[in-house]
C-alpha cells in the first residue's frame, strides 16, 4: 500500500559560524551531532530509524572523504547495519536526499528515515575552496577564465536579466542587506556577529568595504564557506499509526524536481524568447504547489537558494511573486521583508545564515518546519501556515521546491 502523507517528526541545525578544522571537528563529530539533535528534537530513539539518507557534496575535495552514507553507523552503534546512501546534486544535495527517503516512505519500504546533511569546508583557503565548488560547473566548457567560478556564473545570470529585462544592481544589494539583517535574528547564522556597512548608499559600491568579487558581484553579494549540518526525522502514516502519541510538526504537502544541463550557457540559449530565464525552474516550483493543492497566495513565506543575490532575484520571478524580469518590485515594495506579504529567508539564507553545500536543502526543510510549527524564535512570520523551500544546484542544474505546511491545516 502506497503511504500517502510524509511527516517531519523534528529537525537539528548545526551552528554555521563555527570553524570545525580550527575546533579539531570532523565528518565523526558533525555527524554525532547533527544525528544526536535530530533524534532529540524528533523524540524518538536511533531504534526507531530504519532508513538514512546522507548529502554531501565536496568530501572527498575538502576532507579527503567519501562513503559518508556509512558515517552514520561510524559514528554510533545503534544505526549499525541500517540501510544508508549518500546524494549529490552540488547545493541541492540536501534536497534530493529528502527526495530519496521521501520515495521509500511513501513506497512503504520503511516508516522512519533521518535525512542527514554534513559539509566541511574550511579546510582550506578560499581561492582553493573555490576551485573546489568550481566542480560542479560543467568542467573545462565554461568559466575557464574566471577566478572564482560561482561568483562568476551567478554575475552572468545577472547579465542575462539585464540583457532581457534591465537589472538594476541595487536591487541585488538590497537583496543582500535584508538577509544580512534577517541573520542578525537567527541564534545558528554564520554573520549574526557581522558589522555590515549600508549597502543602499554609498559603502555599497564601496570597493573597499564592498569589493567586487567577479564581475557585478560583490562581496556582500555572496555567500559564504561554511562548515555545518542539519538533519530532519520523517516519517510516513504508517508510523503514525502504530506510534498514536506521536505528534509531526509539520507535513511535507508538495514537492518539486526538476534538473536541466550543466551549462548556463546551454539554459540560456534553450530560453530564449521564453517568457522565464529558467523554465525548468519554474516547472520545479509549479509541480510543488500543484502537488500541494495550493497556489502562492496560500504560501506564507519562502526560504530560498540565495547562494548569491542574483539567484534570490532568480527565485522571485520564477515562484510566481511578480511578472517575469520584475523581481525588483516585491524588493523595493516591501513584499519579501520581515512583515512583508511574502517574507523570504527569514533565517538569513544562505548569504547571512551561511551555505555549508551538502546541508543547506535539509536546513531549508528544518526552517520552514519551524516557521510551520510557529517555533521560529525571533525568525518567526506571524501566522505561518504553509512555508516553501527553492533550493538549487549549480547554475540552476538541480531544482527542488517542498511545501510545508503546518498539521493542522489539512
Known sequence: MTETNIWVLGGYQSDFARNLAREGGSFSSLTAEVVDGALTSAGVPAAAVEVLHVANAFGELFAGQAQLGARPATVRDDLWGLPASRHEAACASGSIAALAAMADLRAGNYDCALVLGVELEKTVGGSQGAAYMGTAAWAGNEGEDATFMWPYMFAKVADEYDHRYGLDDRHLRAISQLNLANAKRNPLAQTRGWDVPDLSGSSGTDDALNPPVEGRLRRYDCSQMTDGGAGVVLVNDRYLRANPGTRPVARIAGWGHRTAGLGAEQKFARSEGHP??????????????????????????????????????????????????????????????????????????????????????????????????????????EGAGRFATLNFGGSTATTVAFVLETVAVR
Open 276 to 381: 522565464y530565464v529558467f523554465p525548468h525552474l519554474k516547472q520545479t516550483v509549479d509541480q510543488a504547489f500543484a502537488r500541494a493543492g495550493v497556489t502562492l497566495e496560500a504560501i506564507d513565506g519562502l526560504e530560498t537558494h540565495d547562494c548569491f543575490s542574483s539567484s534570490e532575484y532568480v527565485a522571485i520571478d520564477h515562484i510566481g511573486l511578480t511578472p517575469p524580469g520584475e523581481s525588483w518590485r516585491a524588493i523595493e515594495n516591501g513584499t519579501i521583508a520581515p512583515g512583508g506579504s511574502f517574507p523570504i529567508n527569514p533565517s538569513g539564507g544562505l548569504i547571512g545564515g551561511g551555505h555549508p553545500v551538502g546541508a543547506t536543502g535539509v536546513r531549508m526543510l528544518v526552517d520552514a518546519s519551524r516557521q510551520v510549527s510557529d517555533t521560529a524564535g525571533q525568525m518567526q512570520v
